[in-house]
T-cell receptor, first 111, second 115 residues
Framework: GESVGLHLPTLSVQEGDNSIINCAYS??????FIWYKQESGKGPQFIID?????DKRQGQRVTVLLNKTVKHLSLQIAATQPGDSAVYFC??????????FGQGTILTVHP | ETGVTQSPTHLIKTRGQQVTLRCSSQ?????VSWYQQALGQGPQFIFQ???????GRGNFPPRFSGLQFPNYSSELNVNALELDDSALYLC??????????????FGEGSRLTVL
């Protein structure tokens, strides 16, 4: 089955810095890879996804990099803001809507 | 706001009891997935419903069951509750339109405590 693990359980940055959250996965058959954000007391919120045939995708202030050779996924957040403080989950999807999430990285942004 | 609403927001049950959790999908969405999130963990896929039929199931026992109604709302039922069932139960809706995407719209969850 799928297995997803984040490299660091916590990450602390200063406002305005760039943040990088890393993730490793084990299932090479995954169709796509995802990043979600979860704020306290709320449900997970979709950030960005990337298909397995891509190695980079950009969104608003975020970039996801996929390295299939070493089975590594990363999320880069540019100019991190206090509102970015949350738990970030990486995950994999093997078919529509069926996602396997990692344990999460707590991002804390200091003003 | 995702437009996905869940009820109740919190509830407390005792071991052996049964619970029903409800979810109203975002308008226009035809697929509902349920996830269990234990404290400090990522969400775990329970099952998915598409057009009122179960369309995939995670590693959960048969005492976890569900329904999807013609209006695409959904229920999650758990029988014979165990202490380990204490968790946040998340409902996520999406539109299966042929595009393969990881974007789901989650509700804020129902927090279940089993004593």
């Amino acid at each position: 089955g799928e297995s997803v693990g984040l490299h660091l359980p916590t990450l602390s940055v200063q406002e305005g810095d760039n943040s990088i959250i890393n993730c490793a996965y084990s299932n090479s058959a995954s169709d796509y890879f995802i990043w979600y954000k979860q704020e306290s007391g709320k449900g997970p919120q979709f950030i960005i996804d990337i298909r397995s045939n891509m190695d980079k995708r950009q969104g608003q202030r975020v970039t996801v990099l996929l390295n299939k050779t070493v089975k590594h996924l990363s999320l880069q957040i540019a100019a991190t803001q206090p509102g970015d403080s949350a738990v970030y989950f990486c995950g994999v999807g093997t078919s529509y809507g069926k996602l396997t999430f990692g344990q999460g990285t707590i991002l804390t942004v200091h003003p | 706001e995702t437009g996905v609403t869940q009820s109740p927001t919190h509830l407390i049950k005792t071991r052996g009891q049964q619970v029903t959790l409800r979810c109203s999908s975002q308008s226009g969405h035809n697929t509902v997935s349920w996830y269990q999130q234990a404290l400090g963990q990522g969400p775990q896929f329970i099952f998915q419903y598409y057009r009122e039929e179960e369309n995939g199931r995670g590693n959960f026992p048969p005492r976890f069951s569900g329904l999807q109604f013609p209006n695409y709302s959904s229920e999650l039922n758990v029988n014979a509750l165990e202490l380990d069932d204490s968790a946040l139960y998340l409902c996520a809706s999406s539109l299966a339109d042929g595009r393969d995407t990881g974007e789901l719209f989650f509700g804020e969850g129902s927090r279940l405590t089993v004593l």
